[in-house]
């Protein structure tokens, strides 16, 4: 699966685009500022980031999203082009075709529906005009604050994988699994 380069998607109060070097500075200070919430939960939160990781980190995303092999999508306040977070389409199976959707948001912006209102437009995205018949949400059994965002949504729960990871402090993960497939009567998605 291809996205058009560059890409943007708008919704009521955001707007989601293709990675780009120019994005870096803002990534930065937002990933920096956030890093104490992402550290449980994402294994790319290991460490302050430099300019430089940065810069070289937006091209990297840029590049993966141009060939194809990875979508990761930055996220901006639409009035003030700020940018808030990271989203993305990952680990797509062209077979069935699925998506696996990822996010965080830039912790002072955390409790403003956001992320659901990202979720809730990219699952609407990549069912309707990317054609997917199944969208996928993982995390860890243990990030309440992120689980909420597919419930509220109206995902299914799949199933809890026991002990199928680690944390980044070594101990064993549960992974939950959420999904919504393309039959699946879902009004809560439409509401953003």
Known sequence: MK??????????????TSPSEVDAMQVMEAVNESLEELQPWMPWADHAYTEEETIENCREAEAKFIDGSDHRLHVFLKDSLTYIGGTGLHRGDPSVPS????YWVRTPLAGNGYVTEVVAN?????LSELGVKRVEIRMSADNERSRRIPERLGFHLDGILRHDSRHEDGSLRDTCVYSVIDTDPNELINKY
């Open 3 to 16: 996205l058009p380069h560059p890409f943007k998607l708008e919704t009521r109060r955001l707007l989601l």
């Open 99 to 102: 998506v696996e959707i990822g």
């Open 122 to 126: 990219l699952t609407r995205y990549a």
